[in-house]
């Protein structure tokens, strides 16, 4: 099983819409590294959710349900999406700038790639997330 990080801003599409949804086709991601890792995506994958822009925090945990296939929103080029569901949200949101002091998540691509939308995360900092935002 591979672990990755999606973004949305809430305003645009919030935890809470999702959750209501219970569904969601993950389109409009228009990075190729983005795209690549959507295509990396196998379905089972578990997913952090991230509100960007407004809260900056990781909110939730999601998971792939659909590989990638082409994207219907896609007026030109190459690019993908795939299907994700909710699968419980973090009892506590883990905040972008606690994750910045922690030393085991330094490395981690929400960090070093801020600008990245939908990133991978490694094993240990995906567990690391979830202790964090089990609210312990």
Same mark, same amino acid.
């Given at each position: 099983m591979n672990y990755w990080l999606v973004k949305s801003e809430p305003s645009c599409y919030?935890? !809470?819409?999702?959750?209501?949804e219970g569904h969601t086709v993950w389109e409009g991601v228009r990075n190729y590294a983005a795209r690549n890792n959507l295509r990396a995506m196998k379905r089972g994958d578990k997913v +952090? @959710? @991230?509100? /960007?822009? !407004? &809260?900056?925090?990781? $909110? &939730?945990v999601a998971k792939v349900t659909k590989e990638s296939y082409p994207d219907p929103s896609?007026? !030109? &080029?190459?690019?993908?999406?795939?299907?994700?569901? *909710? $699968?419980?949200?973090l009892?506590? *949101? $883990?905040?972008?700038?606690?994750?910045?002091?922690? *030393? %085991?998540?330094?490395?981690? %691509?929400?960090?070093? +790639? /801020?600008?990245? /939308? $939908?990133?991978a995360v490694t094993p240990e900092e995906f567990d690391f997330v979830l202790k964090m935002g089990a609210g312990n």
């Open positions: 919030s935890w !809470e819409t999702f959750t209501k +952090l @959710y @991230y509100h /960007s822009n !407004e &809260g900056l925090e990781i $909110v &939730g896609a007026k !030109e &080029g190459d690019w993908s999406v795939v299907e994700l569901a *909710p $699968v419980k949200a009892k506590r *949101p $883990v905040r972008l700038a606690e994750i910045k002091t922690i *030393p %085991q998540l330094k490395d981690m %691509q929400l960090v070093k +790639l /801020s600008r990245l /939308s $939908v990133s």
